[in-house]
């Protein structure tokens, strides 16, 4: 019960179907810190000329996402460490509620991993926490703390996040997503 809990809350929290729109409707597609799979299961099943791969290190969750598949042949999740995983050449990545989790070292060596092995013209989609609207960062700041009590967190402004993937030679926009939602989304849309 709870873990259907978890992911209902979270299939209402986040702009997926936003997410989901701004992919290519073709190729090979990564899910960094897939988690359970929803957002991976969402993009599988809008087009089966995706093959999607869903990446996370929590065996739990993997486990779940896993059952998941039912026999599908356009998604896989795999458990690994997101910093140790070998990108293959790739048409688009998505990150979901990720990148605020990751040292700022690991976010730059995340960001160069990736744009190497991203094909040309691939995009690269991090959708996270902005700074403002303020009450907004609050309601997701008190979230975050209530789920991730041991862990320390890395917010950044959106200006700050997009001079950071730029740096990498992407090309950036930034679209707001917190319309509709009580948490300080945004969503990043980064061109190779």
């Not at 986040?14 to 299961?41: A, H, M, R, T, W």
């Not at 960001?111 to 190497?116: A, L, S, V, W």
């Not at 996270?128 to 917010?155: A, G, I, N, R």
């Amino acid at each position: 019960m709870v873990k259907w809990r978890t992911g209902n809350i979270r299939w209402r929290l986040c702009p997926f179907q936003k997410i989901e729109s701004l992919l290519p409707e073709e190729g090979v597609i990564i899910d960094v810190g897939c988690g359970y799979g929803l957002l991976s299961n969402l993009v599988a099943l809008k087009s089966d000329k995706r093959n999607v791969i869903g990446i996370d290190s929590a065996e739990k969750r993997i486990l779940i996402a896993q059952k998941t598949v039912n026999g599908r042949k356009n998604i896989e999740f795999v458990r690994q460490d997101i910093t140790a995983f070998g990108f293959p050449s790739c048409d688009a990545v998505v990150m979901s509620d990720v990148f605020h989790h990751l040292p700022p070292d690991i976010q730059d060596n995340l960001i160069k991993n990736i744009y190497e092995n991203l094909k040309n013209n691939g995009i690269l989609i991090i959708q996270d926490v902005d700074t403002t609207p303020y009450w907004k960062f609050c309601f997701t700041y008190m979230s975050d703390f209530l789920q991730h009590t041991k862990e320390k967190l890395f917010y950044q402004s959106a200006k700050k996040v997009e001079e950071k993937i730029k740096t990498t030679g992407f090309n950036v926009d930034i679209i707001e997503a917190h319309k509709g939602y009580p948490v300080a989304d945004v969503i990043f849309l980064c061109r190779k």
